[in-house]
């Protein structure tokens, strides 16, 4: 990260293999779309998840049919490696089967689960089990009575709601949870999130909850949690969007890597073309887009429309082309190794990229 970036030093805890908090990356999380009485799809989302670098997946467990499920995906190795959470709401003996079960953490809303003597149950559990909790607060399901004394100010309600919370977990002496508290603006939930990290010490997750489309969603939460993030404030993070999970963990890469939080996969420097482009740029950045997207390692790829601005520009990049008038240049760290058709340039520089990766074992 840049000068002047001091991210805060939260309390460290664990959720299955992995540690959240203190000197830990900040991860990336997503929640499955598909049901559980789809379990071919379902699998397969999970599978797509991993695959695409997703560090904790959340799943709504609906039912009591919903915890053999979760037992058989968890008996499968799902998630030997990535830890699942339970997403319950509003049945606390759900979350209890969904720990006996071996989820690594459930999701609960003391609010509106049963209150604290429900979450008490929850809380007795996890620690038997060795579980973490995350405390979800959301700004559509708040304590009614803190609602009436902050007189429906609900970015204060979600504050208050949540170090009630706390204060229970703590004089539980449970610690092993952390803490979301989403909103769906924006500006809230910055507020909530600033004023929570100053009072408390326990991680963050953070999210824009309902953000949107793809784009909007995207937008709304790079905005958001991009602003906390560089206040140094956050432990894992989820961008909601109204599509694929697959594409929340990517959003999700791309505002830590924006930031320089994370170096996670491929960043595709392209430019936005002007009257100079001589070709198709937008299906060539597809093509290179689509055939990158499996790569984990950090890899900077520039696909530029003209040498004006071309290697100069793209000069940080690992590999990048630069399309000319009737050739285009495919070039290394700035510096050009060959020219080609520009009718070729896609084979030429998927061949150059092969041979950069093999160097790192990474196949296409
Ligand atoms: S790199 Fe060249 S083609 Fe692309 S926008 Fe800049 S000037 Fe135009």
């Known amino acids: 990260?840049?000068?002047?970036?001091?991210?805060?030093?939260?309390?460290?805890?664990?959720?299955?293999?992995?540690?959240?908090?203190?000197?830990?990356?900040?991860l990336v999380q997503s929640m499955t779309k598909n049901k559980f009485e789809h379990p071919g799809l379902l699998k397969e989302e999970i599978r797509g998840l991993i695959s695409s670098g997703c560090e904790i997946v959340r799943i709504a467990v609906t039912d009591?049919?919903?915890?053999?499920?979760?037992?058989?995906?968890?008996?499968?190795?799902?998630?030997?490696?990535?830890?699942?959470?339970?997403?319950?709401?509003?049945?606390?003996?759900?979350?209890?089967?969904?720990?006996?079960?071996?989820?690594?953490?459930?999701?609960i809303n003391p609010g509106n689960i049963g209150g604290l003597q429900k979450t008490r149950e929850v809380i007795k559990k996890a620690k038997e089990m060795d579980?973490?909790?995350?405390?979800g607060v959301n700004s559509g399901s708040i304590d009614k009575k803190i609602l009436r004394k902050t007189s429906n100010d609900f970015p204060q309600a979600m504050i208050e709601s949540t170090?009630?919370?706390?204060?229970?977990?703590?004089?539980?002496?449970?610690?092993?949870?952390?803490?979301?508290?989403?909103?769906s603006s924006v500006t809230d939930s910055i507020y909530v999130y600033k004023a929570l990290s100053e009072k408390i010490n326990y991680p963050l997750h953070l999210g824009i909850t309902e953000a949107g489309s793809k784009f909007a969603?995207?937008?709304?939460?790079?905005?958001?949690?991009?602003?906390l993030l560089y206040e140094g404030i956050?432990?894992?993070?989820?961008?909601?969007?109204?599509?694929?999970?697959?594409?929340e963990v990517k959003a999700g890469y791309y505002i830590l890597n924006s930031l320089n939080l994370r170096s996670y996969g491929v960043d595709i420097i392209s430019c936005p073309t002007c009257g100079r482009t001589k070709a198709d740029l937008k299906s060539i950045a597809g093509e290179i887009e689509k055939i990158t997207q499996k790569i984990s390692v950090p890899l900077k790829i520039a696909?530029?429309?003209?040498?004006?601005?071309?290697?100069?520009?793209?000069?940080?990049?690992?590999?990048?082309?630069?399309?000319?008038?009737?050739?285009?240049?495919?070039?290394?760290?700035?510096?050009?190794?060959?020219?080609?058709?520009?009718?070729?340039?896609?084979?030429?520089?998927?061949?150059e990229l092969e041979k950069l990766l093999q160097i790192n074992n990474v196949r296409l």
């Open 64 to 107: 009591k049919d919903s915890i053999a499920h979760v037992s058989s995906l968890l008996k499968e190795g799902f998630f030997n490696d990535v830890p699942l959470v339970a997403d319950v709401q509003f049945d606390f003996e759900l979350a209890l089967l969904a720990l006996e079960a071996g989820a690594h953490c459930v999701r």
């Open 163 to 183: 170090l009630e919370y706390v204060r229970f977990f703590e004089n539980m002496q449970f610690y092993n949870f952390k803490i979301s508290a989403k909103a």
């Open 217 to 227: 969603g995207s937008i709304k939460s790079a905005v958001g949690l991009g602003i």
């Open 234 to 247: 956050g432990d894992t993070i989820r961008v909601s969007l109204t599509d694929d999970s697959v594409k």
């Open 131 to 135: 579980a973490c909790i995350r405390i």
């Open 1 to 26: 990260m840049e000068k002047g970036y001091k991210r805060k030093v939260t309390r460290e805890i664990t959720i299955g293999r992995k540690k959240i908090g203190a000197g830990s990356p900040i």
């Open 303 to 351: 696909v530029m429309g003209c040498m004006v601005n071309g290697p100069g520009e793209a000069k940080e990049a690992d590999i990048g082309i630069a399309l000319g008038t009737s050739k285009a240049t495919i070039f290394l760290k700035g510096k050009v190794l060959k020219k080609v058709e520009i009718k070729d340039v896609f084979f030429e520089f998927k061949n």
